[in-house]
């Protein structure tokens, strides 16, 4: 069931559910949602005394998030524009042909179309096949490095994500966002990497951490970069 409380001038939305559990249980979805699995005997006072409590946390953990939200400004897909590829970045051309193609150039980016009006589409689908066979690649060889931790996810999904880089599910299936690929390769391990450890931490407790600053010591660096390259 899905509720809400009041925390000074933040209305917090969470689901609700009861549980043969003993304790109050809270997670924030990377997607900001806030998931509460209560003991099947708790009393809505004693839940609202409990959340009220936790709302600092709570909040924290959606600003978390958020941070990774995708920031970029629309594009009008014009000759002159640019736009990023693993990091660099790369002058737009769009030019009336009689075969699509989508091209680089030493810094130039080519779009040839037969109707100018399709140089989006055709490179979006050009930006979604490069995703596909960078990320395979990168994710296969982060996995292997997993392999201590005896996890490996169900699958690993590429696509548009309005919200976030990258995220897990409980049942272990890693989705990526496909505008990572305009980021450096550093960014884009980065979040594989965060995404992998979620296998052998779901939560952002200190484990996760400590498994996130052996893979990957140099994070913190990648997620500042990340977040100024695709601001």
Not at 25 to 32: A, C, D, N, Q, S
Not at 48 to 76: D, E, G
Not at 127 to 132: K, R, S
Not at 167 to 185: F, M, Q, V, Y
Request: charged letters at 30%; a positive charge.
């Amino acid at each position: 069931m899905t509720r809400a409380f009041q925390y000074g001038s933040k209305t917090i939305d969470y689901i609700l559910s009861y549980t043969n559990r003993k304790t109050l249980g809270i997670t924030v979805t990377p997607e900001l949602e806030v998931l509460i699995k209560a003991p099947l005997k708790a009393n809505q006072e004693k839940i609202n005394q409990i959340l009220h409590k936790r709302a600092p946390w709570i909040l924290k953990q959606q600003t978390f998030f958020m941070a990774y939200f995708p920031k970029q400004a629309p594009k009008k897909y014009v000759s002159g524009e640019t736009f990023l590829y693993l990091g660099r970045q790369y002058r737009l051309k769009v030019l009336k042909g009689k075969r699509d193609s989508v091209k680089l150039h030493g810094r130039f980016l080519t779009v040839t179309c037969k109707e100018k009006r399709e140089a989006k589409k055709l490179l979006e689908k050009w930006y979604l096949e490069h995703a596909v066979a960078k990320f395979t690649e990168y994710c296969d060889e982060w996995v292997e490095r997993f392999s201590k931790y005896n996890v490996k996810p169900k699958e690993v999904l590429v696509k548009h994500m309005p919200k976030r880089w990258g995220s897990c599910t409980a049942k272990g299936r890693i989705i990526l966002n496909s505008e990572l690929i305009k980021a450096p390769k550093g960014c884009i391990e980065y979040v594989i990497v965060h995404e992998l450890c979620h296998l052998v931490h779901f939560g952002h407790n200190t484990k996760f951490l400590e498994v996130q600053n052996k893979m990957l010591p140099s994070w913190e660096k990648w997620k500042d970069r990340l977040e100024r390259v695709m601001a």
